[in-house]
């Protein structure tokens, strides 16, 4: 096993089929395909389910896929660093899109001065695929962190709230409502992944209950136009409807038990290498409160 079967294995995990990726790496199909049964052979493991018309990558094969990028993304780096003496890494940090809105001038500022820096803005599961795979170096996000390949360090809290518009049944309620009433609200939710989502969801059927998520977007602020204009309610961050609540076109309602902070923490994979400047960026974020 060689670099020349990760990357081989990789594009084919993006092609799904064999002849497109000989094709994009200029290689023959029989090439390609024994490249990947060696990695099967090798490992004693079996990557791809192989279906008439594409490829479908196994549970085994997502993992290797992690690693196989990370490998590689490394490789990148040492190639890129060896060929310019002068060569700085910019760090990559990947912010989720609460934190990209209200709290990225401030990590701007952390490391003003400094090398170059990149930022991804996505949500928490796509932050941390990238980590896992090297394609960042630093994250910091609201949701629920699942590898324990990763180091997670608290730096802040946020408090959610479940909001309404004014045209909404619970506008003109002052009393609480509960988790039983809640279930046959339509919800406007973030995506699958965000890390809001992620955790009112938990918090919700943890105590037996679901939620009926009326529709979905990636766009917190179409989400705010739609619970404002009665299509639904939200949870979100408080910070993102401080407006909309001091202008009365939204109201937080009372939900009986209902007190939601979460941690924006900073990740970083455990194995990571760290230069003076990432260590630094580290440190200092993690003592900003």
Known sequence: MNLKHLLIFIEVASCKKMSLAAKKLSMTQPA???AILDLEEYYNVKLF???????????IGKLFLVH???ITNLCNILEETMKSSNYIQPIQ?????TIGNFFLEKILNTYKGRDK???????????????LANELDL?????????????????????LVLVC??????FERDEEITLQELQYESFIMREQGSGTRDIFVKYV????????????CSETSVIIKGVINNYGITVISECWVQEELAQGKLKVIKLKDFNLTRTFNLVYHKNKLLSQNLRELINELSLKK
């Open 165 to 170: 518009g004014k045209n909404h049944k619970y």
């Open 93 to 97: 940090i990947g912010v989720t899109i």
């Open 139 to 159: 994250g910091i996000v609201e949701g629920i962190v699942k590898s324990n390949h990763l180091i997670v360090k608290p730096i802040q809290e946020d408090r």
């Open 49 to 59: 389910e192989r279906y008439p018309r594409e490829l479908c990558i196994t549970d």
């Open 205 to 216: 059927e943890d105590r037996g209950y679901s939620l009926n998520i009326g529709w979905e």
């Open 68 to 70: 196989a990028k990370r």
């Open 117 to 131: 820096l990149k930022v991804l803005v996505n949500n928490t599961n796509k932050i941390e695929e990238k980590l």
């Open 32 to 34: 390609v395909s024994k």
